[in-house]
């Protein structure tokens, strides 16, 4: 007899307001994905779903093989039932409880005897070095320190599956970095499923085995960090690798967008295709001057119009608008050279030797 699938295994769709959801989602034990989208994409959404606070409209949900919600077979198991711990992004500690009676909130809520309950929290406490603080009021708690708490009570569950939505945003710059390496430290102990929710992809690259981008309550890519950060596939990726991304159609040496603008690429095969274009590989030029992206003898020249410039050390982000919206990165001596300001027409031109090319 085939034993059941061990990991999380979910496809999750769900109606709610804007949002439409539509996801399929897996995760090995002991394995981290890290859900990553711009905001609004419905990766809290998924949290909820997978806890049971949002019942789905359809698909199924299972954890070892056992089904936690399938609305065509009728089941739907309550959240205080499944085997899912969850560090929310405030925490949501009982301030009217110490430390200890919070780390024991979930167990009291599944049944157990309140000496058991405080006994098992006990030991989390000291697995995470709280121990000295099993008598606090969540109020007196530095931000890393309640973040600890919330894992506590998350674990002290013994769950198969651990959510943790956005656990570092509460924390000020100063202290994510050692707290994040404490939750990398905590974290490697836990031979269940594990789900992160992040907009930082400093989280991603420190916690997470692998990744999962979405938008607009799809999954529109999927890999380590490294590989979907190689090869972008929307525009969110393109944004938080700092590059351009154009979509379009390739054929005789040229991609198309689907606003007719054209880009001269070199050895690509026709067919659907995204093009990466590096902000340092863009020249820029006054319209109409003889700077060097007015060059002939580069065929990719695009007019566009400045609209904004930043400044980062000895270069400069220039944000174009145009047929072909860009950021170009030059130095301050170029900048000066030619007496660039938001508002000034430009070209901006790219060599295609310069532009990678990959199917869509």
Not at 135 to 150: D, I, K, M, N, W
Not at 281 to 302: E, F, H, K, M, Y
Request: negative net charge; aromatic residues 4%.
């Amino acid at each position: 007899m085939r034993s059941p699938r061990a990991g999380l295994d979910a496809h999750l769709q769900l109606r709610l307001g804007d949002l439409d959801l539509d996801l399929e989602l897996a995760v090995a034990p002991g394995e981290l994905v890290a859900l990553l989208g711009p905001n609004g994409a419905g990766k809290t959404t998924v949290l909820r779903c997978l806890a049971g606070l949002a019942p789905l409209d359809g698909g199924r949900i299972t954890v070892d093989g056992a089904v936690l919600d399938d609305p065509s077979a009728g089941v739907l198991v309550g959240p205080e039932q499944r085997p899912v711990g969850f560090v929310f992004q405030s925490y949501l500690l009982f301030d009217r409880m110490s430390v200890t009676e919070n780390v024991a909130y979930g167990l009291r809520a599944r049944g157990r005897p309140k000496a058991e309950a405080r006994r098992q929290a006990g030991t989390w406490l000291d697995r995470l070095g709280l121990a000295e603080l099993a008598e606090r009021r969540p109020t007196s708690l530095s931000g890393g320190q309640a973040q600890r708490v919330a894992l506590a009570r998350a674990l002290a569950t013994d769950p198969r599956l651990l959510l943790l939505d956005e656990p570092l945003a509460a924390l000020d710059a100063g202290t994510r970095t050692t707290v994040r390496r404490d939750l990398h430290h905590h974290l490697a102990s836990f031979e269940g499923m594990r789900l992160l929710v992040t907009h930082d992809p400093l989280d991603a690259f420190a916690l997470a085995d692998r990744v999962v981008i979405m938008e607009d309550g799809r999954a529109v890519q999927a890999g380590t960090l490294a590989e979907v950060t190689a090869r972008p596939r929307s525009r969110y990726v393109a944004d938080l690798v700092g590059v351009n991304l154009v979509s379009g159609q390739v054929e005789g040496g040229e991609l198309r967008t689907p606003g007719g603008v054209r880009v001269v690429v070199a050895d690509a095969d026709p067919g659907p295709s995204y093009a990466l274009i590096r902000p340092h590989s863009i020249v820029l030029a006054r319209a109409g001057g003889d700077g060097p992206g007015a060059a002939t003898s580069v065929r990719n020249q695009w007019p566009g119009t400045i609209i904004g410039v930043e400044r980062l050390g000895d270069r400069v982000r220039v944000a174009l608008d145009g047929p072909l919206p860009l950021t170009a990165e030059i130095t301050v001596a170029a900048l000066e050279a030619l007496e660039l300001r938001p508002g000034d027409p430009v070209l901006a031109a790219a060599k295609a030797t310069e532009i990678e090319v990959y199917p869509a």
